[in-house]
């Protein structure tokens, strides 16, 4: 089996930071592109950003290019998005992915993180 546990969330001023880590754990054979989505009261699960295994980043828009940094450790298996300069409406539930490919298994599944919540109060 495959595992994705994410940490790091919580309630945090606007202006603060905090930093999300994601860990993928179990029966992997490869470890594709890491990212992270996510998800406000009533919207859509949205995609924040992206990072390959050979580090390759992308961020899905301006709203968090310049605030947000992905990052990720092959050695261990972990994936981090650190938030500066946040703002209320970034408040959400964060989830990571993993493209993996398992032991056994021919092809690549995209594996999810159980989600983790980011308050920023005004």
């Known amino acids: 089996q495959v595992q994705l546990v994410e940490s790091g969330g919580g309630l945090v001023q606007s202006g603060g930071s905090l930093t999300l880590s994601c860990v993928a754990s179990?029966?992997?054979?490869?470890?594709?592109?890491m990212g992270w989505y996510q998800q406000a009261p009533g919207k859509q699960r949205e995609l924040v950003a992206t990072?390959?295994?050979?580090?390759?980043?992308?961020y899905a828009s301006d709203v968090v290019k310049g605030r947000f940094i992905i990052s990720r450790n092959n050695a261990n298996n972990t994936v981090s998005l650190q938030m500066n300069g946040l703002k209320p409406e970034d408040t959400a539930v964060y989830y990571c992915?993993?493209?993996?490919?398992?032991?056994?298994?021919?092809?690549?599944?995209?594996?999810w993180g159980q989600g983790t919540q980011v308050t920023v109060s005004s």
């Open positions: 990072i390959t295994s050979g580090g390759t980043t992308n």
């Open positions: 992915y993993a493209e993996i490919v398992p032991t056994r298994v021919i092809g690549r599944i995209k594996f």
């Open positions: 179990g029966s992997i054979r490869s470890l594709g592109t």
